[in-house]
């Protein structure tokens, strides 16, 4: 399992994370919403937790954690400008469909919820 920055991807989040402190790294995820199912999410990671994989990719500590990486798995990141836009762009083997809008995607296999047993 794995998941990867390109260099330019690596170049931005290195120039973001040298005025955040506290980050051990970049926390990766998706989150349930939009119109095709699922958003990625993308934020500074302040700990790494139990549930947590930790990868390293162009000297980055990328951390996600174990439900979400079923849904991230063989990912590279991007980082572009299209337009007036710039962002990351995620080249997802497991998406199946983006949405028109391309802020939600579905997979190519849906996964079942976990249920916490005690």
Do not use: W
């Not at 139990?50 to 991007?78: C, H, Y």
């Not at 497991?94 to 849906?110: A, R």
């Amino acid at each position: 399992m794995s998941v990867t920055l390109t260099e330019r991807a690596a170049a931005h989040v290195r120039n973001y994370l040298k005025n955040e402190n506290r980050a051990k790294g970049l926390r990766l995820g998706v989150k349930t919403t939009g119109c095709s199912g699922y958003m990625y999410v993308v934020e500074t990671a302040d700990d790494i937790g139990e549930a947590d994989e930790v990868f390293e990719s162009q000297g980055i500590q990328l951390i996600i954690d174990k439900e979400n990486l079923k849904f991230l798995n063989g990912t590279q990141i991007d980082f572009g400008r299209d337009g007036l836009n710039e962002g990351f762009k995620f080249l997802n083997p497991n998406v199946k469909e983006t949405c028109g809008c391309g802020e939600s995607f579905s997979l190519e296999t849906e996964f079942p919820p976990t249920i916490d047993v005690h």
